[in-house]
Every structure is written in structure tokens, then in C-alpha cells.
């Protein structure tokens, strides 16, 4: 089975500009993470959408959103960057949701971000 | 609310010799506990996992972990560490039952010396 699959790998954007990444799930799985990784910060949490319907949302300013298709394929975007918003972005998928938790994540291998 | 601390932020051990990278955890309620790894430049990959039953968990490349409910523990373990096992490791939580998100720690990094 494919793995997650994330792109683009790289992206170097201006301070103001919007961007959009792209995640394709492992086939079959249909619950979608996103994370924002950085140094200091650590891995925090962005969303979470299962079967289309975004089922959490980490603590992120409103520039922050995101969507899944109908296929579990997910994207999210960010409006006006900041030179703070540069970042791994990583996505995660999984069989199931919060309600059933159990399920681990496999993570793609993220979206590099740099904002100048 | 739950949260997950990983207290080393930076575990030394030579090739050989057992490993153990610790977390603790705090939920209301049941926990789903995990571990994950980290490759420089690569995205994370699941080690292993409790939910229920056993309390020592095995996982991938040798490595296990032991759910301590008296002390909100889930300490990562391997009885002989290699240098190739040389990454950042994840402790993460998740509420059983409940609708939220998985929690991550803020990492702790492993460097096995040869």
C-alpha cells in the first residue's frame, strides 16, 4: 500500500502571500490530522476531518483551514502568511476517529514552509 | 484536558546498552497511548501502542513500553540500543471514548554512541 503522500515537499512563500497544502491518505483510511511542527514548538495540532467533516481544531488563528474530499484526500490553507507560520507541515491518517481513537496515525513526510 | 510531558528533552546511551526514553501523561478518563520516531527530514512513524489489556507493550525494531496506570507513565524501552535507533521519539495521548485529538509531547532526542 502507498503511503501518505504530501505536497509540494517545498515551498518558500512571501510574508502576505496564501498557500494551500495537499494530502493524499493512505487508501482506505478516511480520518485526516494536520500538524504544524516547529523547533520550539513542538508538534502542535491544526484538524482533524473524517468523512468530510472537520471532527477538531487545534488552537490556530482563522487563517488556518482546511478541507476533505469526498475521496479522504485533504488539503489545507493558510491566508496572509507570517514569517512565524514557517514550519514542517505534517498530515497524518488514520482508520478512525476520535470517537474511536485507537487507531494510530501514519504520518506523510510534510510540507517544508519557509515564509521570507 | 490531557497533556503529554516527555521530561528528557536529550537521552545519551552507548550502542549496547538498554534504552529508556520516559513520558507521563494526564487525562480524565482512559488513555490511548502511543509512540512515535522521527528520521531527520522525514515525517513520523508509529512504534507501538496501548489501549487495553497488557500493560507491557512490544512494538516495531525491538522496542516496548509499559503502562503504568498508577503512575501516568508509558515509558518507551529496548534492551540494547543501536545507533541506527538514534531520532527523535513522540510520546502521544488520546482519550479513549472521546472525541479528541491526539496529543503530542514535546519530543525527546535519542543519540546512541558507539
Known amino acids: 500500500k502507498a503511503g501518505v503522500t504530501q505536497t509540494p515537499r517545498y515551498l518558500i512563500k512571501t510574508r502576505g502571500q496564501q498557500v494551500t497544502l495537499s494530502c493524499s491518505p493512505i487508501s482506505g483510511h478516511r480520518s485526516v490530522s494536520w500538524y504544524q511542527q516547529t523547533p520550539g514548538q513542538g508538534l502542535q495540532f491544526l484538524f482533524e476531518y473524517f468523512s468530510e467533516t472537520q471532527r477538531n481544531k487545534g488552537n490556530f488563528p482563522g487563517r488556518f483551514s482546511g478541507r476533505q474530499f469526498s475521496n479522504s484526500r485533504s488539503e489545507m490553507n493558510v491566508s496572509t502568511l507570517e514569517l512565524g507560520d514557517s514550519a514542517l507541515y505534517l498530515c497524518?491518517?488514520?482508520?478512525?476517529?476520535?470517537?474511536?481513537?485507537?487507531?494510530?496515525?501514519?504520518f506523510g513526510p510534510g510540507t517544508r514552509l519557509t515564509v521570507t | 484536558a490531557q497533556s503529554v510531558a516527555q521530561p528528557e528533552d536529550q537521552v545519551n546511551v552507548a550502542e549496547g546498552n538498554p534504552l529508556t526514553v520516559k513520558c507521563t501523561y494526564s487525562?480524565?478518563?482512559?488513555?490511548?497511548l502511543f509512540w512515535y520516531v522521527q528520521y531527520p527530514n522525514r515525517g513520523l512513524q508509529f512504534l507501538l501502542k496501548y489501549i487495553t489489556g497488557d500493560n507491557l507493550v512490544k512494538g516495531s525494531y525491538g522496542f516496548e513500553a509499559e503502562f503504568n496506570k498508577s503512575q501516568t507513565s508509558f515509558h518507551l524501552k529496548k534492551p540494547s540500543a543501536l545507533v541506527s535507533d538514534s531520532a527523535l521519539y513522540f510520546c502521544a495521548v488520546r482519550v479513549l471514548g472521546g472525541n479528541t485529538p491526539l496529543v503530542f509531547g514535546k519530543g525527546t532526542r535519542l543519540s546512541v554512541i558507539a
Open positions: 497524518a491518517s488514520s482508520l478512525g476517529s476520535g470517537g474511536s481513537g485507537s487507531y494510530e496515525q501514519y
Open positions: 487525562v480524565s478518563g482512559n488513555p490511548y
